[in-house]
C-alpha cells in the first residue's frame, strides 16, 4: 500500500520509504495491540469486548471472549465496554485493561482472567485505558473515563480523576492528575522517561516525565502540544504516536520528525520481532508498518 510520508526535517530521513500492509478489517474499534514472544499479534476490539490473535500473514482467530466486561454494571458504561491495552508481566501473564469491569486483570491463557488491580482509595477504577510494564516488574497505567457513560467521570460511584497510576509490591500510587483524559503510555529505551498523551482536543499536552528507581516521578515536561492516542518508541528513541494525522514521529526533545500516512485513524501502536517492523490498530482495522531504512 503507498501511503504518504511528510519528513519535517533531515533527521527523519529514516522514515522515508515507509511500508504500509493491511491485514484485517471490518471490526469494531481495534485498540491496544501487543506482539507475543511466541510469533503472534494480540489486540482487543473494544465494544466487541474481545481480544483477536493475528499471525504476521493476517490469518485471525478469537482469542479471548468477554475480554473486558463480564454483563454487570450496564447502566454506568459506554458503549467502549471490552478491553483495550495489553501487555505482559515479568512472568509472562498478560495484563488486559478491562473498561467495563474498571480493573487490569491478569490472565494465564488458561483459566479466567483474575482482577490484579481494581479499586484505589477504596473506590473502582473508571476504566483502564493504556499499560506499560517497565523491566522491574512496575506497571504504570491510564484511567480516562472513555469507558463510563457519556464518557466522563462519575465521581459518586469511581475515581474523581483521569490519573496515572504506578503499582509496585502490591501497592498503587496516583502518580498525576495531569490530564482529564490520560491515555497512552511509552518509556524511553533506558526507562529514564516516561512518555503520556491525551486524545481529547481540550488537552493538547504531550507530558514526559522523570522516573524514579521506585516507580515515581520527579519531573513533568510539556514536549509538544499535540493530541494522540497510543504509541511505541523506536530503537533511535523517538516516539511513534498515534494521532488523527496518522504515525506522528517526535524526537526526544518532542520535535516533529515525520507523519506516516494511513487509510484509517491509528489508535495505538506496538513492536513487532524485529526493529523495523511495527503494528498498528485503526479503529476498524489492522496494518503492519515497516521502515526498512531505521536501523541502517
Not at 60 to 66: G, P
Not at 84 to 95: P, R
Not at 117 to 134: E, G, T
Not at 234 to 259: H, K, M, Y
Request: aromatic fraction near 10%; proline fraction near 6%; charge should be negative.
Amino acid at each position: 500500500m503507498k501511503i504518504k510520508t511528510d519528513i519535517f526535517e533531515e533527521k527523519g530521513a529514516p522514515y522515508e520509504g515507509a511500508e504500509v500492509k493491511q491485514l484485517g478489517k471490518k471490526f469494531e474499534f481495534t485498540e491496544g495491540p501487543v506482539w507475543h514472544p511466541s510469533g503472534y499479534l494480540l489486540f482487543s476490539d473494544t465494544p466487541a469486548n474481545r481480544i483477536y490473535r493475528m499471525t504476521e500473514d493476517g490469518e485471525m482467530e478469537v482469542f479471548l471472549e468477554k475480554s473486558g466486561w463480564n454483563g454487570e454494571g450496564k447502566e454506568w458504561l459506554s458503549d467502549q465496554v471490552g478491553s483495550n491495552a495489553l501487555a505482559f508481566d515479568k512472568t509472562g501473564q498478560l495484563l488486559i485493561c478491562q473498561h467495563g469491569n474498571h480493573a487490569i486483570a491478569s490472565w494465564d491463557g488458561e483459566n479466567d482472567p483474575e482482577p490484579l488491580i481494581s479499586d484505589f482509595q477504596q473506590k473502582p477504577f473508571n476504566s483502564p485505558n493504556d499499560i506499560a510494564v517497565r523491566s522491574d516488574g512496575v506497571i504504570y497505567f491510564t484511567d480516562p473515563p472513555y469507558g463510563l457513560k457519556e464518557q466522563v467521570l462519575h465521581k459518586e460511584h469511581f475515581q474523581p480523576v483521569g490519573g496515572l497510576y504506578c503499582y509496585r509490591n502490591g501497592k498503587i500510587d496516583l502518580l498525576s492528575a495531569d490530564l482529564k483524559y490520560p491515555n497512552g503510555l511509552a518509556f524511553s529505551n533506558d526507562e529514564k522517561y516516561l512518555y503520556l498523551g491525551s486524545n481529547h482536543p481540550d488537552e493538547a499536552r504531550f507530558y514526559r516525565y522523570t522516573l524514579t528507581p521506585k516507580g515515581g516521578i520527579t519531573e513533568r515536561r510539556i514536549l509538544a502540544k499535540q493530541n494522540g492516542d497510543g504509541m511505541v518508541v523506536d530503537v533511535n528513541d523517538n516516539i511513534l504516536f498515534a494521532t488523527d494525522e496518522g504515525i506522528l514521529v517526535l524526537s526526544p526533545a518532542g520535535q516533529r520528525l515525520a507523519l506516516i500516512g494511513l487509510a484509517e485513524t491509528p489508535t495505538n501502536i506496538c513492536k513487532g520481532p524485529v526493529a523495523e517492523q511495527f503494528f498498528i490498530t485503526a479503529r476498524s482495522a489492522v496494518f503492519q508498518l515497516l521502515l526498512p531504512a531505521l536501523c541502517k
